[in-house]
């Protein structure tokens, strides 16, 4: 059995997260925020929040902003969920900021929501275990730095 999708598009997702984020860190989001976090002109975000507010994840109005909607916001705290939970987990075993952002970008679209909970499990017991933690960090260091 093939895991269900939890999502829409990776693009979709890294959308409705900045926008929360922008909601919860600022109290707004305006177009002019989210292309600037995210590195991409306002046109192409006004594009996409067009396409989000016709796909009924968010409300958007011309100089007024944008609201998520119940389905866009449930959706934005899932993505959220598995950025905190994956990068949560990359941490634990030490390993650089820039290589877990890196990698948690890519992974949070693609994990299925079994596989997560596995991770989320795994990290509960590792950080239970301090001496565990130890062993499997010095097993890494010997594996030596690979790029
Ligand atoms: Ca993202």
Redesign the pocket.
Known sequence: MTPKPLRSSAAV??YL?RILELINTKGYARVVDIASSLGISQASVTNMVQRLDTEGLLKYEKYRGLVLTTAGELLARN?THR?QLLTDFLKLLGLDDEVIYHDV?GM?HHISAPTLRAIEALTAQIQKQPALLKRVKAELESFGHLT
């Open positions: 997702e890294d997260e993505i950025h970008e949070e």
